[in-house]
C-alpha cells in the first residue's frame, strides 16, 4: 500500500497546508501502519520551468531527433506518471497564491499531462483512485464576501484532478489562515477558529475514506 503526497507550499514552518495534509495521512497512515508515504515537495523543489515545454517539444520531435534536454525532459515526466501509477491513494496539499493555482503545483500538472499515460483522449493511469485536495486560503472567498468569485485556483484543481484525472477526489478546504498572523485581521479571530476546527476535522475525515475508498474500488 502506498500514498503519494505532494506538498506545493513554498515554506516548511508554519505551513496550514502541510498541517491540513498532515491530518489526512495520519488517518491513512493509522490503517495502514509503516505503509509507505512517496512525497514530492514541489514549492521547495520544483520542477524546472522549462521542462514543460521541452517535454511538449519533445512530442513532435522524431525520438532519434531529441536533444539530451527532451530526452530529459520526457524522463522527468516519466518519473512523475510512475509515482501516480504505483500509489494506491493521492494526497495534494496546495495553498492559495495571488488568487490563483500555485505556478509550482501548476508547472508539475502541466509535465504530468506530456506523458502519454495522462494525455487527453486516454483513460488516465489515475483514474479511479481515491484522492483527497487539502487547500489554505489566507482569507475567505465565501459567497457575500468582498473577494467572492476572486479564488481562481480551487476550481481549476478540481477540474483536473476530478474531471481531467477522473480521482475519486474529496476537497477539504481552510480560509482565513492569514487570521492572526495579520493583524488588519483579527475582527476575523472567532470566524477563522471555527472553519479551522471544521476544516480540521473533515481533513480527518476524508484521511479515514481514503482506505475506505480504496477497498471499494479493490
Ligand atoms: C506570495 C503569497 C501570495 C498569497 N496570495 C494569497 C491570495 O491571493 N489570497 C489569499 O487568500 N491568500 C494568499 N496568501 C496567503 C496564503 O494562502 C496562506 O498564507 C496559506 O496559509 C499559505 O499556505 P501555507 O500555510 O501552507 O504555507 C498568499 C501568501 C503568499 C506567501
Known amino acids: ?13 508554519g505551513s496550514q497546508s502541510r498541517a491540513l495534509g498532515d491530518l489526512v495521512e495520519a488517518e491513512w497512515t493509522s490503517a495502514h501502519p509503516g505503509a509507505e ?13 522549462t521542462a514543460w515545454g521541452t517535454a511538449v517539444g519533445a512530442a513532435y520531435t ?23 501509477a504505483d500509489a494506491d491513494a493521492l494526497l495534494f496539499a496546495v495553498p492559495l497564491y495571488n488568487y490563483g493555482v ?3 503545483f501548476k508547472t508539475w500538472v502541466d509535465l504530468v499531462i506530456t506523458d502519454r499515460r495522462m ?16 487547500t489554505v486560503q489566507g482569507g475567505s472567498y465565501a459567497a457575500g464576501t468582498p ?17 481531467v484525472w477522473e480521482l475519486d477526489l474529496r476537497v477539504v478546504s481552510r ?20 472553519l479551522r476546527t471544521k476544516a480540521e476535522a473533515e481533513a480527518r475525515e476524508h484521511g479515514r475514506s481514503l482506505s475506505r475508498r480504496h477497498a471499494e474500488a479493490a
Do not use: C, Y
Open 62 to 84: 522524431p525520438e532519434p531527433d531529441r536533444s539530451s534536454e527532451q530526452v530529459e525532459a520526457v524522463e522527468l515526466a516519466r518519473a512523475e506518471v510512475d509515482r501516480l
Open 102 to 104: 500555485s505556478q509550482h
Open 37 to 49: 508515504v512517496v512525497r514530492r515537495h514541489v514549492g521547495t523543489e520544483p520542477i524546472p520551468a
Open 175 to 194: 480560509e482565513f489562515t492569514l487570521v492572526g498572523v495579520n493583524p488588519a485581521m483579527d475582527r476575523f479571530t472567532d470566524a477563522a477558529a471555527e
Open 119 to 134: 494525455a487527453s483522449g486516454v483513460t488516465p493511469i489515475t483514474a479511479g483512485k481515491p484522492a483527497v485536495l487539502a
Open 1 to 13: 500500500m502506498s500514498l503519494f503526497r505532494l506538498d506545493a507550499s513554498i515554506r516548511v514552518e
Open 147 to 163: 473577494r467572492e468569485g476572486w479564488n481562481h485556483a480551487t476550481s481549476w484543481m478540481r477540474r483536473i484532478l476530478e474531471d
